[in-house]
């Protein structure tokens, strides 16, 4: 019986990007993939299958008009429940409770303003091409749009949803929060260091096409002021860390890629 | 099945509270919850009727949701819940199933990027039992210790069924893999050309 296949349902177990090679039944497989070339690609493999599958199972587009008719068969329901219930649980100066009539047109009214927002943000947009001078002009944007008061500490339940989780290459973070890049493209941002000089990941969901690597990285040779930047894509999600180079380096917070080394450090982290 | 939610609030809340706050969690995950349903059910009409049972439901246990970052995780495990209700109206829960699955491929295959129609496809085959183990593993996130605690089955049978049904969307996502042709086309496959659409795998 080969490695894989004695190892196979802890492999299987495994979340990427999480503690889960601390848990009781998949700490066999943390000893064995510290060793075990073989095992810790096959680990590491199953990881980047697990984060392109994440990402295709959210992929599922949303019935225009969804939010509309959710919202009208609510206010109906809701009507019918207080109705059905004899409940009559407005306050005194509150005007009498409007009809059923009156809440659907209401709604109804709201639709057409709805379908237009939902129509906007749910349209596939088709990729762009965006070429490494382009990313690099848009990481330094993004790293001055951070807002800094809104960084979240990571801890095991605060965290990003998990097909958005740090790499392994890259620096355990310490904080986190959401990020919606200029252009409306979604992710999340993580803090590597609260040191004076910044250093950051962002996570982007994007479907633009890139002249990257899908492991880490490729370094943006158009990086200015002393900072560097370095990115990768892979299973539909951008990677791109950007770090100010006065006092700290790049390799400080990301490596290429070395499984044995890094998932003994990953069995050691919380879960 | 255990309780994911946060407990009553002292006092109860009033009806324009809870009004509101329902308002707040269809906007903010009605998506999510809608996603979530298509991939149990496997088809628009299903997942929307799924959609509209969860916030029904939600209606009468907004209150129970103390901390927003948790409401769509809840949720989440609401769409779940109801998902099973009706899997076992329909028939029996049978263990088992994926026995016309060939040998478990021990390698992952190297895939950048996933077909979203492969990945419908493959869903689709599987039984519902191993599909909500796996849905549960990639959408809610849970590890198998809170697959196993939500379902109240074994972990073993967990392991067990997660692994039997990666294995199946390993060899149906792998690109260059032929599927066997000992198979009925199923209503659900979309795949590729050259290749005998497989049979849904009855439990």
């Given amino acids: ?271 | 099945m255990a309780d994911r939610s946060n407990g009553q609030p002292e006092g109860g809340p009033t009806s324009q509270q809870s009004s509101t706050d329902l308002a707040e969690l269809v906007r903010a995950h009605h998506a999510a919850v809608y996603r979530y349903a298509y991939r149990l059910c496997g088809n628009a009409t299903e997942a929307e009727d799924l959609t509209q049972q969860t916030f029904l439901i939600a209606v009468r246990k907004v209150h129970q949701v103390r901390e927003a970052e948790k409401a769509c995780s809840w949720l989440l495990a609401v769409v779940r819940s109801c998902f099973l209700k009706s899997l076992r109206k329909l028939r029996p829960v049978a263990a088992g199933g994926l026995e016309e699955e060939p040998e478990q491929a021990d390698e992952t295959p190297e895939i950048d990027e996933v077909d979203r129609e492969r990945l419908s496809a493959a869903l689709a085959d599987l039984p519902g039992e191993f599909r909500v183990v796996v849905l549960m593993f990639y959408f809610e996130e849970l590890s198998y210790q809170e697959i196993a605690s939500e379902l109240e089955i074994p972990i073993g049978t967990v392991m067990s069924r997660l692994s039997r049904a990666k294995g199946h969307l390993r060899r149906r996502l792998e690109t260059h893999k032929v599927v066997g042709t000992l198979r009925v086309p199923s209503a659900a496959s979309g795949n590729g050309v050259g290749q005998t659409p497989p049979a849904r795998v009855n439990p």
């Fill in chain 1, 1 to 271: 019986m080969s490695q894989n296949s004695r190892y196979r349902e802890q492999i299987d177990a495994c979340r990427p990007g999480t503690g889960d090679l601390a848990l009781p039944a998949l700490t066999e497989l943390a000893r064995a993939a510290e060793t075990d070339r073989a095992l810790a690609d096959e680990l590491a493999r199953s990881e980047r299958f697990d984060r392109a599958v994440s990402t295709a199972m959210h992929d599922v587009p949303v019935p225009a008009g969804l939010l509309e008719r959710l919202e009208a068969r609510l206010a109906a329901a809701d009507v019918t429940d207080a109705e059905t219930a004899g409940e009559v649980a407005l306050p005194p100066a509150v005007p009498a409770r409007p009809s059923r009539r009156a809440i659907l047109a209401t709604v109804l009214s709201l639709a057409a303003l709805l379908l237009i927002a939902i129509g906007a943000m749910f349209w596939p947009r088709p990729g762009r091409e965006i070429t490494n001078q382009q990313l690099a002009e848009m990481a330094s944007t993004w790293n001055s749009k951070v807002p800094t008061t809104k960084w979240l500490k990571l801890t095991a339940t605060s965290l990003p949803p998990a097909r958005f989780a740090v790499p392994v290459e890259v620096r355990k973070p310490v904080q986190w929060q959401s990020f919606d890049t200029p252009d409306g493209q979604n992710g999340f941002v993580f803090n590597l260091t609260t040191g004076q000089r910044p250093a950051r990941l962002y996570v982007i969901a994007s479907r633009d096409k890139y002249s990257l690597p899908t492991t880490p990285y490729r370094r943006l040779e158009d990086a200015s002021g002393g900072v560097a930047i370095v990115a990768w894509y892979s299973g539909g999600l951008l990677y791109v860390v950007v770090v100010d180079e006065t006092g700290q380096k790049l390799s400080d917070y990301v490596s290429e890629k070395d499984i044995a080394a890094i998932l003994h450090g990953l069995a050691a982290r919380p879960g």
